[in-house]
């Protein structure tokens, strides 16, 4: 039985055949339209999300099946104290797959080791967000037509960021891979991103506070909003919080073919004025997101 709790548990090959098979799921709807007929997936979300968890339920509606779950631990018996190994052994009984987001980094992978059925990490606490990730690689393929061969520069809060922290772990894969971390001094990308994936796989990296100083080079900007749930203090949020507004006059020196990226949900990080810009491409990300989520149910239920 597979999981994906990490972007790491597939292979460069599996996630190419994911992306080509969401790819024909987006071409031939039709054909997917009852393969997980009698399958049930549960979504269990310790945390709030719109997008993980609607795509989620969305993408297994579209390939037939049934979903159930919870969008908020208040309403589960969580608020009574029973544990996460409990609330999956009960939840597996009911459902043949669990995509499962929980603030706690790693909780996905103690439930993954008590499971009968496959888990889902969708998201958690600041550390992963593999669907993301896999949302946000199927968006490069479509946009730019490849995987390698890409300046990617990652801004705004790279040091609570976890789908910034899944897609460079994905990305260092690829080759000819370049990276402008962009980011204020207290929201720089953890030192065991630097060190125990950027540096041991020899891979170009510049950081920068200015997101205007390489902008002529990028060819994918991937912007996220400062994790407000992450910090200890308010007053630390307020003062880095509107620290990055992308608008249309930093984007004046931009490649013409950049595609801006962000996982969403949007703070205050992109102006509005940028949505009509055709560079934009963050609001058809969230779109691929069903995409990509119908290829691994499939896969992870070895549906062919
Ligand atoms: N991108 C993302 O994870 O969005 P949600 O928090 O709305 O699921």
Do not use: W
Not at 73 to 91: Q, R
């Amino acid at each position: 039985m597979r999981n994906l709790i990490d972007i790491k548990d597939l292979t460069v090959e599996e996630i190419d055949e994911l992306i080509t098979v969401a790819k024909d799921v987006m071409q031939s709807p039709e054909k997917y339209a009852e393969k997980c007929k009698h399958k049930t997936l549960a979504t269990l979300f310790f945390e709030p999300s719109t997008r993980t968890r609607l795509s989620f339920e969305a993408a297994m509606l579209e390939l037939g099946g049934n979903v159930l779950g919870f969008s908020e631990a208040a309403s589960s018996s969580t608020a009574k104290g029973e544990s996460v190994s409990d609330t999956i052994k009960v939840v597996g009984g009911y459902s043949n797959i669990i995509a499962m987001r929980h603030p706690k980094e790693g909780a996905p992978l103690v439930a993954s080791l008590k499971s009968d059925v496959p888990i889902i990490n969708a998201g958690d606490g600041g550390h992963n967000h593999p669907t993301q990730t896999l949302t946000d690689l199927l968006t490069i393929s479509c946009e730019k037509g490849r995987l390698d061969n890409l300046t990617i520069g990652l801004c705004g809060d790279l040091k609570f960021g976890r789908t910034v922290h899944s897609l460079i772990t994905a990305m260092v894969r690829y080759s000819n891979i370049k990276f402008v971390l962009i980011s204020p001094e207290e929201l720089k990308i953890p030192e065991y991103i630097k060190e125990e994936i950027l540096e041991k796989n020899h891979i170009e990296y510049i950081e920068t506070s200015d997101i205007e100083e390489h902008m002529d080079k990028l060819d994918i900007l991937y912007m996220t909003r400062v994790q407000k749930e992450r910090f200890f203090n308010e007053e630390d949020y307020v003062r880095l919080k509107d620290y990055y507004i992308l608008n249309k006059s930093k984007l004046e020196k931009a490649k013409s073919d950049l595609a801006i990226l962000h996982p969403l949900p949007r703070v205050n990080e992109i102006a509005t004025e940028v949505d009509d810009d055709p560079r934009a491409c963050y609001f058809k990300q969230a779109r691929y997101g069903k995409f990509i989520r119908m290829a691994l149910i499939l896969k992870l239920l070895e549906i062919k």
